[in-house]
C-alpha cells in the first residue's frame, strides 16, 4: 500500500524559514516524480515544486529562489525548504508522488505565515 505522509507545517513570521518532509512507503520515491503542491482557502490546488526521476526540478514562479525541492533516497523522504516565507504562502501543503500508473496524495500539512 502506497502511502505519503507530510510533516513540519506549522506557524511562522513572515520571513522565516520551514522544511516540510514527505516520508513514502509502499513505493521507491526516486521512481516517481515527487512533488509539492498547496491550497489556500478559496483556491484551486497548485504545484509548488516538482522533482523527477532523474533528479530535474521545477518551481512555480512565485516560490523560485525561495524553495527548495530536494529527497533522501536512504530515508525515502523529500523535502521542501522554505525560506523567507511570505503571508501568501499560507495553505495546505500536500505531497504527491506520480508515476504512469499510479498518482497518490498525502494527507497535508498547514502553513500559516503571519505576524
Known amino acids: 500500500q502506497v502511502q505519503l505522509v507530510e510533516s513540519g507545517g506549522g506557524l511562522v513570521q513572515p520571513g522565516k524559514s520551514l522544511r516540510l518532509s514527505c516520508a513514502a512507503s509502499g513505493i521507491i520515491s526516486r521512481l516517481y516524480t515527487m512533488g509539492w503542491y498547496r491550497q489556500a482557502p478559496g483556491k484551486q490546488r497548485e504545484v509548488v515544486a516538482a522533482?523527477?526521476?532523474?533528479?530535474?526540478?521545477n518551481y512555480a514562479d512565485s516560490v523560485k529562489g525561495r524553495f527548495t525541492i530536494s529527497r533522501d533516497d536512504a530515508k525515502n523522504t523529500v523535502y521542501l525548504q522554505m525560506n523567507s516565507l511570505k503571508p501568501e504562502d499560507t495553505a495546505v501543503y500536500y505531497c504527491?508522488?506520480?508515476?504512469?500508473?499510479?498518482?497518490?496524495w498525502g494527507q497535508g500539512t498547514q502553513v500559516t505565515v503571519s505576524s
Open positions: 522533482l523527477t526521476r532523474t533528479s530535474s526540478t
Open positions: 504527491n508522488a506520480r508515476s504512469s500508473s499510479s498518482n497518490t
